[in-house]
């Protein structure tokens, strides 16, 4: 007890003594005392700052390791109205075939020329006059109802304005009794894009009906190419890449589909109308109805929108009937568009980033635009893009945005479907850690998205289809010839300028082709032939060959032997009756057996215009360079004996003029051999060689 009390004691004198002696000293106001709590306050914010901070930037990291490991997977559908003159199934006008640029209107032009003389095989003067007559009336009949303020119009470019529903039939509406007619332009225009992306053709022509009901397919079907596709299994090399293409099939377009605001002012003021609303078309922010009214496409049955919160239901579907019985929107239906003959381009999904996407989607239009069957115009070619996100083995849903036609909204809705997906990602992180393994994870549902801006869009769950056969169209069978000419169209306005590049042919070499678009082809079908003879005859005439020195080596032959017999036989490069195959293995034997080329030339001036056959040119072969070396042997010396005395010698047998007694004798050798219209070639080595020991032997002879 006694020792409890000492130790009290002394505890309480050492806290005076502390108080009095130290902290009266230091304490200076009542300040001091709020700030020691304000200090400490401040390391708890700062303390709670770093932690916030810290958590920041790993969510930071986070997602650019997400960004960095997240693949994505792109298809695309490309839909491309095709120009012709009409619809795809009647014979109503087609508006697509209206061109802006004149460059690409001079494409089809002659594109339309070439069909009419070598296919359609119609007067192509009477059907352009007629087509362009056809052009100026309805350019006059629409400055005549220009002033019209009732009517609804829809612009086709060039200028040119269309009232709707004014190029349609019975056909067109899917009225009772009405038979569908084939338009035989629409399917060559569709074997022309089959060609350009290397497809398998089909020759056998056949149509299905996809029956779905929707607002703006007045016939409950859409004509389509389900079974027999006119084009499968094809690719295309973007930058070195490949892309596979699954198919190219016809079919015919929907009808062109418009809201209509009667009362503006009912809508916020404030708010900004969508420029833009694709599911199946453009939109077009200058279609106005009168002050109080305006037009936006619509597209799907549902809208979300961030910037309004509604959703629009459509519930009664009639031209000009309201969506609701109490709404002030109605829906338009511009029928014009229905039945436009549409070419389907299906690109087989892989793994591609935005760049790939969209550099494809140019190449393609360039290329279509080229051919003359497009004009190419926003309107005119619409794609559907087709995304699947993956991150760490778990496959996300697949999100289709339909009917995109700028490359820019391209770029950006994907670039905005990525940002979501990391989004999804980041929330539910934890998640797929635990379950990265679980390959029930995997959805395959499909969702299809169309943009109006950054953040509003159409969303509804894909469908399938039901397909059946469309009997009141026979199948129809494509002649081989008229397959061949469209190669050869093909050919002529698009590979040539992919050839120029891959065999780095000089102005020369490029001129001669493209100015004879026979002769370019000639050189294409003895391309064909590389591949046959390496798989069929094992290389019995030489050593494994590289493919790309064999291509050079024909075109080479081509312009530098076979160009020059055709000008001295005074014949058209499309009269050539030599086979492409044999001109090749004539190639492929003047190499192996080191034939001179004399009698190359001599051989084909021969038979350039009736043919040859293969084993008549070996038997010739075993002579040939004899008898050649034999002439030329001889008329070398009768020249030389005849100039000798142009040869300078000293008295010590040094040689003064030696170059230019050989110059001599070789321009005396090509003027005797032009005079005489002879075919022999000059081996300049030979010739060289031959003088040498000319000389060598007169110096050997003297004193």
Partial sequence: MMFAYMWLSYFVFFIWFEITCFKINTLKGNNN????????????????????????????????????????????????????????????????????????EKYNTDLTNFLNENILKKKTVNKIDNYNSEIENLKNDIEDNKKSETNCHGNYGDNT?????????????????????????AILYTYLICIILNCNLSKHISFDRKIYNYYDLPKGYQITQKEKPLGSNGHIYINGKKYNIK??????????????????????????????????????????????????????????????????????????????????????????????????????????NIDDCINLLKEIKNKICLLGVCVGNKENIRSDINISFEYENIKYNRIELKNINSFTKIRNCIELEKQNA???????????????????????????????????????????????????????????????????????????????????????????????????????????????????????????????DEEKSISNFIVNTLIDILKKKNMLSKKILIKPKDLYFLIKCSKKYNIDKTFIREYLYKYIDIGFDKEALLEKLNIANNNIFDEM?????????????????????????????????????????????????????FVNTFISDYIKKILEEMP
């Fill in 33 to 104: 005392l709020i700030s020691l709590g304000q200090n400490i306050k401040n390391i708890k914010v700062k303390f709670r700052n770093s932690i916030y901070n810290h958590e920041v930037t790993n969510n930071t990291e986070l997602k650019k390791n997400i960004e960095n490991k997240l693949k994505y997977q792109i298809g695309i559908e490309i839909h491309v109205q095709l120009s012709t003159k009409h619809k795809a199934f009647c014979s109503c006008f087609n508006t697509s075939s209206l061109y802006k640029e004149k460059k690409n």
């Fill in 161 to 185: 304005i269309t009232k709707p529903n004014e190029h349609i039939c019975n056909i067109c509406v899917g009225e009772v009794g009405s038979l569908n007619l084939v338009n035989i332009t």
């Fill in 247 to 352: 198919s190219v099939h016809l079919e015919e377009d929907t009808s062109k589909s418009f809201l209509l605001f009667n009362n503006l002012n009912k809508r916020n003021s404030n708010e900004s109308i969508p420029s833009e609303i694709n599911d199946r078309d453009t939109f077009n922010n200058d279609i106005l109805l009168d002050k109080n009214k305006h037009i936006d496409d619509i597209t799907n049955n549902y809208i979300n929108s961030s910037s309004n919160n509604t959703n629009l239901e459509i519930n009664s579907i009639n031209h000009g009937v309201g969506i609701n019985s109490n709404s002030d929107i109605k829906l338009l239906l511009d029928y014009n568009r229905c039945g436009i003959p549409l070419a389907e381009i299906v690109i087989e999904k892989g793994y591609m």
């Fill in 422 to 548: 990391v989004k999804s990602i980041l929330e539910n992180y934890n998640n797929i850690k635990c379950n990265n393994n679980d390959n029930n994870n995997m959805s395959s549902d499909i969702y299809t998205k169309s943009y109006v801006n950054n953040t509003d869009y159409f969303l509804r769950k894909k469908e399938k289809y039901n397909y059946v056969h469309e009997g009141n169209i026979p199948e129809y069978k494509l002649n081989n010839k008229v397959l061949k000419l469209l190669k050869f169209y093909v050919n002529y306005k698009i590979k040539i300028y992919e050839d120029q590049i891959k065999y780095k042919w000089s102005k020369h070499y490029f001129h001669v082709f493209f100015n004879d678009p026979f002769l370019y082809n000639y050189f294409n079908e003895c391309l064909e032939h590389i591949e046959v003879d390496k798989k069929v005859n094992g290389n019995e005439i030489g050593e494994d060959v590289n493919r790309m």
């Fill in 633 to 685: 042997h001889n008329i070398l010396k009768n020249i030389l004996d005849k100039n000798i005395k142009y040869l300078q010698i000293d008295d010590n047998k040094n040689i003064l003029n030696e170059q230019n007694f050989k110059n001599r004798i070789i321009g005396i050798l090509k003027n005797k051999i032009n005079q005489e219209k002879s075919l022999m070639s000059i081996n300049y080595t």
